[in-house]
């Protein structure tokens, strides 16, 4: 059997270009999304810098979230990414090169929906390489107790998320959102704009923020009395004819898009700074007063744990209630061994290149009664061979009629036993093809594992030789 329904990575068809003010800067600027190869992954380029130097989207590279993401990688920085990439999350994008002539990507309506939308005018092209996902397999959280925000994140087979906002407002009051599936990021959380109280506005004026902010991109929660010489002031600020407090507590007679789009918007906010893990994730996330600080934290924790696992061996997934490759009959009818020398009870992957099986070592196990039998080891040569069982039904498997042919093993080397294997475990091996199978020779790379340990590796040499 062959590998089906394999997802694959995603780039932009064409070129998209977009051009816009900076929230915070108001510089504008002009944006170019570029299609990109496989495992290139999201990328900035500031054009404007003398040698085009790039910064990476991760985590990693997050230096300042006080009011937006930025990244900064070798002096080189980019702000207010969030909403581009939720866009690039919500269309399942992996690879693309985004050109800036400035420092921030442009606010557009405050929302993802322009940068959305012309993604979905432009098309997704399909590349020749597999999707990688970060798969979570325990629960996860960051917590700020003083601020009152938490994040947990639970192994699941999707993205899914729910979050909730509380800032003691009696206008904006508790509110919820939730996605359960990024299928529906463009009708359901695209098209929310962000939003600020009206008593946080004079402070970002005096930082020196929002320059590019107007009650068009930004919806003005108002949570107190305003006298008309504060009105004018902010039609001054705006650039407005005339603003006003509409019954909703929001500015300029904005019509909202959703009742809870502020909680839509967070939720968008999250996406986007989850997208900086450096991986499409899969787990069910609930999130409590999330911000960019909080987002970013809690995508440093799941980075980590990305790198952790890159540093261990990666072990075939075992789940013994799914319907193997190859059950034991099935293998029978391919090699020619047979009890008690056929040393694999079932194949649980094979493709191309790669072959995985699973042998229940038991006491019944023949070689027991004189191998240390006050303390019964699996001899090391057996677990050899039993990678070399497996790996002969992955050679075989590059002919079309396997029962006429066997394998030969014309070399082991490299070996290496790492820990003994006892009357109880459960043997994975996972062997992947070296180089391709010439004339007939194979070449692979075997690994024993009991749980995540691994136990013994060699390199493999085989022969394939038609009998019948």
């Known amino acids: 059997m062959k590998k089906e329904n394999v997802e694959k990575q995603k780039t932009i068809a064409k070129d998209i270009t977009l051009s816009g003010k900076g929230l915070h800067t108001g510089l504008f600027v002009n944006m170019v ?32 979230t006080s009011r937006g993401t930025t990244l900064d990688e070798n002096g ?52 020749d390489a597999d999707k990688k996902y970060f798969e979570l397999k325990e629960r996860v959280e960051f917590v700020d107790v003083d601020k009152g925000i938490e994040i947990v994140a639970f192994p699941d087979d999707h993205l899914s998320l729910t979050v909730q906002i509380d800032y003691n407002s009696k206008v904006l009051g508790n509110q919820y959102a939730s996605l359960n599936a990024i299928s529906d990021f463009g009708k359901e959380i695209a098209p929310c704009r962000t939003f600020v109280f009206l008593h946080e506005l004079e402070q970002l004026v005096k930082h020196n923020l929002i320059k590019g902010g107007d009650v068009d991109n930004a919806i003005v929660i108002v949570d107190r009395q305003v006298s008309q010489e504060e009105l004018d002031r902010l039609s001054a600020l705006f650039n407005k004819p ?68 890159s540093l261990k061996p990666a072990v075939p997934e075992y789940n013994p209630n799914a319907q193997p490759v190859l059950d034991i009959n099935q293998i029978m009818k391919v090699l020619p061994h047979r009890p008690p020398f056929l040393l694999v009870d079932k194949i649980i992957y094979r493709d191309e290149n790669t072959i995985a099986g699973v042998k229940n070592v038991t006491m019944n196990e023949p070689f027991f009664v004189g191998h240390f039998p006050g303390e019964p080891v699996m001899p090391g040569v057996l677990i050899v061979e039993a990678m070399a069982q497996c790996g002969g039904l992955l050679a075989l498997n590059t002919v079309t009629d396997p029962e006429n042919y066997l394998t030969y093993f014309l070399k082991i080397d ?50 394939i030789v038609k009998v019948k």
């Open 242 to 309: 005339k603003v006003q407090v509409q019954p909703e507590g929001v500015l300029n007679n904005i019509e909202l898009r959703f009742r809870n789009e502020p909680a839509r918007h967070k939720l968008l906010d999250l996406i986007g700074d989850l997208t900086l893990v450096g991986m499409p994730i899969k787990a069910r996330i609930i999130a409590s007063r999330p911000g960019h600080h909080a987002n970013t934290e809690f995508a440093k924790l799941l980075r980590k744990i990305i790198k952790k696992e």
């Open 33 to 64: 999304l570029k299609p990109a190869e496989a495992n290139h992954g999201i990328r900035f380029m500031r054009i404007d810098l003398e040698e085009n130097p790039v910064v990476h989207a991760i985590v990693d590279n997050v230096i300042d």
């Open 76 to 127: 080189v920085r980019v702000a207010t990414i969030e909403h581009l990439l939720a866009a690039l999350t919500g269309h399942g994008i992996d690879n693309v090169l985004i050109e800036l002539d400035g420092p921030e990507i442009p606010i557009f309506d405050g929302s993802s929906k322009v940068i959305y939308d012309a993604i979905a005018e432009a098309g997704i092209k399909e590349l």
């Open 414 to 463: 490299k070996v290496k036993f790492k820990k003994k294997v006892v009357p109880g475990d459960t043997l994975i091996f996972k062997l992947q093809l070296i180089e391709p199978i010439r004339r007939g020779i194979v070449t692979m790379w075997g690994q024993a594992f009991v749980g995540e340990t691994l136990v013994t590796e060699a390199e493999l040499c085989a022969q």
